[in-house]
């Protein structure tokens, strides 16, 4: 018989202790740190390429659940692997993990099968994917029998910053009860529980069929399921995305899978199915800190990884991550050094996990560096901040082949457009004409506008804006193709 399988993919992590290559707008589950490939897509290629000899697992398109603000960039990595999802679920506010999954069962259920929901977080690395693909297809068969399966990772080290999976007694072959989980540990405990090798780093991977969740979910935290099942209900279809209900969302408790459910099917537990836990040594990093990610990037004779335009001179077991310019480390050792456009961190690796100090203060401040990168993604292509200063900006934009930027004016600026690469079609107020490489034309302030890319390659634009004020919240849209009049 064959068993349907739900990819539900979680991607509502900011990242902020990468900073500052993760931002809020663009996080570090989007960001090439291993590959080609992004952490979200390479978790979509993980588990869709699974494949057992006997083809006995259906796996269905991924289901993501996700925040509003990244949707677009979901949708188009999504389309970068030609992949069709099930559906993006937008949370108009985090509930934690219990909600988000609950939510993707209940949109799961309306198919009217029982699939076994595969929930991922979405910025992962593993290095043997094909042992992952294994180990995934036994949680399945499992799960499919009524199990609750969870993935504990094989410890490497005595780590203070991962939550523990402690196993009890062996089910089978490699598989155990799930006897509980602990929290963060300080290091002696940490060290101890790496001796006694009953204890598991938290994958925050779960297996189960859809509805052994909505039942558990439902007798162990009816306020969730209550709560997600009105906001579902309510909710509205626009294009790809599902747009969760705010005000019946923000009833609902925020609470994990963990505290939700699989602490109520620990060895101790005399009701409802067996809570299991999956071993998991396959090369496995949540990539946290900068640190962890030197653990599985290519090292020189000294320890040291870099990327980019980088030089080094007696520098060791240090991490040099250049963007845009050229970076030089001299007599160094165990440091992080992070350039991009806008910032560059520098720190020791002891206390790389204290980056999101900065992003607090960046917070405080008002600031916008840990929001946005000076390149902002949108959904006709993105927009790059070149220089400003009083009263003007410029900005380079790239507007992707058939893209439509929103129909819109400004209160208070003007701007300047350059055709740089391509063909541009220009509406200013009542009239539109074509305008092609190194020819422009003047925005007046006031005066509605669009701008289009009718042709075949990327439309490279340079915008000059001028005006007392420069925010991109001084925009009023009349026509939008991606349904933006009310958000960004």
């Not at 979509?44 to 990244?70: A, K, M, Q």
């Not at 009816?222 to 969760?244: E, M, N, Q, V, Y």
């Not at 440091?335 to 961190?345: C, F, G, K, S």
């Amino acid at each position: 018989m064959t068993i349907p399988v739900q990819p539900v993919v979680l991607s509502g992590g900011a990242g902020t202790r990468l900073w500052p290559f993760s931002r809020e707008a663009y996080p570090k589950q989007f960001l090439s740190l291993t590959g080609d490939k992004s952490l979200f897509q390479q978790t979509v290629d993980r588990v869709l390429s699974t494949d057992p000899e006997d083809g006995h697992l259906e796996f269905l398109s991924p289901l993501i659940v996700c925040n509003e603000i990244h949707r677009f960039i979901v949708a188009e990595q999504l389309r970068l692997l030609g992949v069709e999802g099930s559906g993006i679920l937008l949370e108009p506010v985090g509930k934690n993990t219990a909600p988000a999954v609950t939510l993707a069962a209940l949109h799961a259920q309306e198919s009217g099968r029982d699939p076994v929901l595969a929930v991922l977080p979405s910025d992962h690395h593993v290095e043997d994917v094909a042992e992952f693909q294994a180990r995934m297809s036994k949680a399945v068969e499992m799960a499919a029998k009524g199990d609750i399966v969870t993935f504990g990772i094989v410890a490497e080290s005595p780590e203070t910053g991962f939550g523990y999976i402690r196993r009890g007694p062996e089910i089978e072959d490699g598989v155990y009860v799930l006897d509980g989980f602990t929290e963060k540990p300080d290091a002696k405990t940490a060290a101890e529980y790496l001796a006694s090798e009953r204890y598991y780093w938290n994958s925050g991977i779960f297996v189960m069929r859809v509805g052994t969740w909505l039942e558990q979910i439902a007798r162990h935290q009816p306020a969730i399921f209550d709560a997600c099942k009105a906001a579902l209900a309510a909710s509205k279809r626009d294009g790809d995305f599902i747009r969760i209900d705010k005000e019946a969302f923000a009833k609902c408790p925020s609470d994990s899978i963990d505290y939700a459910v699989m602490e109520k099917l620990t060895s101790g537990s005399q009701e409802g199915p067996r809570g299991a836990v999956l071993p998991l040594d396959v090369g496995w990093s949540d990539l946290g800190s900068w640190p962890a990610l030197s653990k599985v990037r290519p090292r020189d004779g000294d320890g040291n990884v870099t990327i980019g335009d980088v030089f080094l001179k007696d520098t060791q077991n240090s991490l040099l991550y250049s963007q845009s310019r050229f970076v030089a480390a001299v007599g160094l050792a165990d440091v992080v050094v992070i350039e991009t456009t806008d910032a560059v961190l520098v720190a020791h690796k002891d206390r790389a996990q204290d980056v999101k100090t900065i992003t607090e203060h960046l917070k405080k401040a008002n600031r916008s560096e840990h929001i946005f990168h000076t390149k902002v993604h949108r959904p006709w292509g993105d927009y790059e901040s070149i220089d400003n200063g009083q009263r003007y900006q410029v900005k380079r934009l790239t507007i992707k082949p058939g893209a439509t930027l929103s129909l819109q004016l400004h209160h208070h600026r003007a701007e300047h457009w350059i055709v740089v690469k391509g063909t541009a079609r220009v509406t200013r107020g009542e009239e539109t004409f074509l305008l092609t490489e190194n020819e422009s034309t003047y925005i007046p302030l006031g005066v509605k506008h669009r701008l289009e890319n009718p042709g075949t390659i990327p439309l490279e634009i340079i915008e000059v804006q001028s005006g007392s004020y420069l925010g991109e919240d001084d925009i009023v849209r009349f026509e939008d193709r991606y349904h933006r009049l009310e958000s960004p």
